[in-house]
Each structure stands twice: as C-alpha cells, then as structure tokens.
C-alpha cells in the first residue's frame, strides 16, 4: 500500500520564504497504511525515480514540491509508489504577550499559565488549531521538548518562547510569545522597631521606607491609612501593601512593633566589709539593658554587678539599649569602717565614722566606742561620727575599738587608730 499524502511545513528560519526542512519518514506510517513489517520506502525527486533524497532531512526547491516515495516489501519484491507534496505554509499567526508580577523569591522568575497566550495566537485565525509552546524557535520547527503548562521562565525578567500553531498535524504557523516579569516594589519585607511605653501616648513613626520614593507608589496600611507613613504608640504587628500603579505589582511589608521601657529595679543586693565588696542590681523590663556607676555617660557595662567597690556611696545607672528608652538611677550604700582617722583640725579625716553613711543610708547604726581595756567611751551619731574627745577632752592617739550594729541584728566588729 502506497497512499499519497500532502506533507505541510513552516518556513525555516534558515532558509528563503517557501522553502523548509522535511523529515519525510516521520510520516512513514501514513504512506503505509500502517503497514511496518517487511517495509521500506524511498524517495526520489523524479517521477522516473532516478535522484534519490534523503527521507529524513531534505530540503525543498520549490513550494509546493511532489516527490516520490516506493515502497518495497522486501520480502516479496514488490514495489508501488505514491506522490508526497511537500508544502511550506507560508501564513503568519501573532505574536502574544504575557505579563506578571515577580513571585515573593524576587529573582525574576515565576510561573506562566501558557494557555492565557492561546487567544492572542490565534485571533483572527481559521478555527481548529491548536498551540503548543517551545523555548527555541528551532525547537518549535522540529517540533522537540515541548514546553510544560505551566511554565517558569529561565531567563529572568524578559524571556521570548515561540508558539507553534498546528493545524491537522501539520505546522500552520510560528510566532513569538513574549514573558514578562515586572519587580515588585522596592521595600523591604519585614522590620522590627521598638516602642518606649514609658513615654505614652507620644507616637513613633513607622515608614514604608520606598527607595526613592517612587511617585508611582500608592500605599494601604493596616489601620486603613492610605500615606507612606503613620503614627502609632500601640505594641503590635503593622503591615503596609505598596503598589506600583504602572505594573500593578504589590509587595507586603510587615512591620513588628514590639515594646522596650526604661527599667524598673526591684533590689539593689549589696555585699559589703568584706575584701571584695560588689553591688548587684536587680531590674527588670522589656528593654535590653547595661549598668554604670556614679557617672551616667558610663562606661556601661552589660553585667549587673559591680565587684571591688570600694566603701562609700554610688550611683548606680541602668540604661535601656533596645530603642534608648531612657536613664534611670538609684543611690546605693556600701558600708565600710576606717582603720585610722587624724582630728588635727585639719578639715581632713577629723572624725571617725563609718563610710557609706548619711541622712539617707545607715543613719541608724548603733556604734559604740570602746578604749583599748574594753570600756565604752562614746556611742555616736554614724552620720557626725567621733572627734575623739571625751567629755571635751582630747584622748591620746591609741588603738580605739568599735561595735557597729545595723538594723538587721548583723553586728561588726574592729578597730581603728587615733593619730594626732
């Protein structure tokens, strides 16, 4: 069986207008009947079968153009032969455009609905083709690695694909169909600011921050707000949509405004007449916070203890970091006892007193003097102290000893030198 056929091409871009590229065997099936076994065919340009062509890649010399083909079954010998028209369609489809907003990865790609191009293709032409989509036009011609649905682009940004428009099987066009990935707004995603609660109801100012702020931009925020900025003084999540009215692109930016205050501190522990005297504050907060001693410009430091201190009276700062909320202070009392004071009228170390007293701290210690035979001399006022007189006399320079006692009950005990 030899059945004649009519082989329709598109024009190959390599190639003049009219003429193609041909895989004739591709067509085997139809020539035969569906007959294999047993089956070969040639091709000739004549009709006397005397120039042989190559089945499976020839180029036509003129549009259209009949070759031959035999068929032999090579087991009987027998031969019949059948005209193959070879027809390069020289028609025209659209080209299409397809056009989206960059996926949340931001890197040019996304993923194409293929199909939304086919009414563009195929506006105004005859009913009844279809479309399949290829990357390369060369891929189209040869009808190879069709293109899946959907699909993602590989060049970012702008890609071309081609369509090739089939019509009963055989190639009736091919055209351009243009991918376009639009950038979203330039805005970052995510932030996070802080909100000092001590300063309630001022505002802080929370911002769309577009880079170069793009005229085109319109924005919609959470609480209805349609600016590139708002003012809040609530804790809370913000999300503000920003649009590119040219594109119609829209990217979300969730702004998180969590809390921070200045501290509040529950116990300031002090360790103190030992070697190592040390003051731990103990704060708390929704601040991040540092700690420095009688000097509020610092340095800071991020422990809550102090060691080494020496006697006497401090100020202790703690200082909010997260968003700067603030400076609070407390004065604090480390108790310590003199080993030696001189009441030469100098004005310097002319009496004995415990370090670390005033009207505000340990005014009310309980401080007995004693002689170096156990007697009692004075019990004095720990914020005037001893001059080291007694009854208006001036005792000798000698070892002096001393109880202190706090209000707690704890009890101290030791000695001191009067020098004159």
């Given at each position: 069986?030899?059945?004649?056929?009519?082989?329709?091409?598109?024009?190959?871009?390599?190639?003049?207008?009219?003429?193609?590229?041909?895989?004739?065997?591709?067509?085997?099936?139809?020539?035969?009947?569906?007959?294999?076994?047993?089956?070969?065919?040639?091709?000739?340009?004549?009709?006397?079968?005397?120039?042989?062509?190559?089945?499976?890649?020839?180029?036509?010399?003129?549009?259209?153009?009949?070759?031959?083909?035999?068929?032999?079954?090579?087991?009987?010998?027998?031969?019949?032969?059948?005209?193959?028209?070879?027809?390069?369609?020289?028609?025209?489809?659209?080209?299409?455009?397809?056009?989206?907003?960059?996926?949340?990865?931001?890197?040019?790609?996304?993923?194409?609905?293929?199909?939304?191009?086919?009414?563009?293709?195929?506006?105004?032409?005859?009913?009844?083709?279809?479309?399949?989509?290829?990357?390369?036009?060369?891929?189209?011609?040869?009808?190879?690695?069709?293109?899946?649905?959907?699909?993602?682009?590989?060049?970012?940004?702008n890609q071309t694909i081609y369509a090739r428009i089939i019509q009963g099987g055989s190639c009736y066009a091919i055209s351009?169909?243009?991918?376009?990935?639009?950038?979203?707004?330039?805005?970052?995603?995510?932030?996070?600011?802080?909100?000092?609660?001590?300063?309630?109801?001022?505002?802080?100012?929370?911002?769309?921050?577009?880079?170069?702020?793009?005229?085109?931009?319109?924005?919609?925020?959470?609480?209805?707000?349609?600016?590139?900025?708002?003012?809040?003084?609530?804790?809370?999540?913000?999300?503000?949509?920003?649009?590119?009215?040219?594109?119609?692109?829209?990217?979300?930016?969730?702004?998180?405004?969590?809390?921070?205050?200045?501290?509040?501190?529950?116990?300031?522990?002090?360790?103190?007449?030992?070697?190592?005297?040390?003051?731990?504050?103990?704060?708390?907060?929704?601040?991040?916070?540092?700690?420095?001693?009688?000097?509020?410009?610092?340095?800071?430091?991020?422990?809550?203890?102090?060691?080494?201190?020496?006697?006497?009276?401090?100020?202790?700062?703690?200082?909010?970091?997260?968003?700067?909320?603030?400076?609070?202070?407390?004065?604090?009392?480390?108790?310590?006892?003199?080993?030696?004071?001189?009441?030469?009228?100098?004005?310097?170390?002319?009496?004995?007193?415990?370090?670390?007293?005033?009207?505000?701290?340990?005014?009310?210690?309980?401080?007995?003097?004693?002689?170096?035979?156990?007697?009692?001399?004075?019990?004095?006022?720990?914020?005037?102290?001893?001059?080291?007189?007694?009854?208006?006399?001036?005792?000798?320079?000698?070892?002096?000893?001393?109880?202190?006692?706090?209000?707690?009950?704890?009890?101290?005990?030791?000695?001191?030198?009067?020098?004159?």
């Amino acid at each position: 069986e030899a059945n004649a056929i009519t082989i329709i091409q598109c024009n190959d871009n390599s190639t003049a207008e009219g003429l193609s590229t041909f895989n004739i065997n591709a067509n085997f099936n139809t020539i035969t009947g569906g007959a294999t076994n047993n089956i070969t065919i040639n091709y000739f340009q004549d009709v006397g079968l005397t120039v042989p062509i190559n089945g499976d890649n020839y180029n036509n010399t003129s549009n259209p153009q009949i070759i031959y083909a035999e068929v032999v079954n090579t087991t009987t010998g027998c031969v019949n032969t059948a005209e193959v028209t070879l027809e390069v369609s020289v028609t025209t489809a659209n080209n299409a455009f397809l056009e989206l907003c960059d996926d949340s990865v931001e890197d040019g790609m996304t993923m194409f609905n293929l199909s939304l191009a086919d009414s563009q293709v195929l506006m105004g032409l005859p009913t009844g083709l279809t479309v399949a989509y290829y990357e390369t036009y060369e891929n189209a011609f040869l009808e190879i690695n069709q293109l899946p649905n959907p699909y993602t682009n590989s060049t970012a940004y702008n890609q071309t694909i081609y369509a090739r428009i089939i019509q009963g099987g055989s190639c009736y066009a091919i055209s351009e169909l243009s991918l376009l990935v639009n950038t979203l707004p330039e805005v970052d995603r995510e932030e996070e600011v802080f909100y000092c609660t001590n300063t309630f109801p001022e505002t802080i100012t929370l911002s769309a921050d577009v880079e170069n702020n793009n005229p085109n931009y319109t924005y919609s925020w959470s609480t209805m707000a349609i600016t590139p900025e708002i003012e809040v003084n609530e804790t809370g999540i913000y999300t503000v949509t920003v649009t590119d009215n040219t594109t119609l692109c829209s990217k979300v930016k969730t702004i998180t405004v969590s809390p921070s205050n200045i501290a509040t501190i529950d116990n300031i522990e002090v360790i103190d007449v030992t070697l190592n005297n040390s003051i731990t504050v103990l704060a708390e907060g929704d601040g991040e916070y540092v700690y420095a001693i009688n000097n509020s410009n610092g340095p800071y430091q991020i422990s809550n203890t102090f060691q080494n201190v020496e006697a006497g009276i401090y100020t202790i700062y703690i200082k909010d970091i997260k968003n700067n909320c603030g400076i609070i202070e407390q004065a604090v009392s480390v108790i310590g006892f003199p080993n030696v004071f001189t009441p030469n009228g100098d004005g310097v170390h002319d009496t004995w007193k415990p370090y670390g007293t005033s009207s505000q701290f340990n005014s009310g210690l309980k401080i007995n003097i004693f002689n170096r035979y156990g007697k009692i001399i004075r019990s004095i006022n720990p914020v005037l102290g001893w001059n080291g007189t007694l009854n208006g006399k001036l005792l000798p320079s000698d070892d002096y000893w001393f109880v202190v006692t706090r209000a707690n009950g704890q009890e101290y005990r030791g000695h001191f030198a009067l020098i004159r």
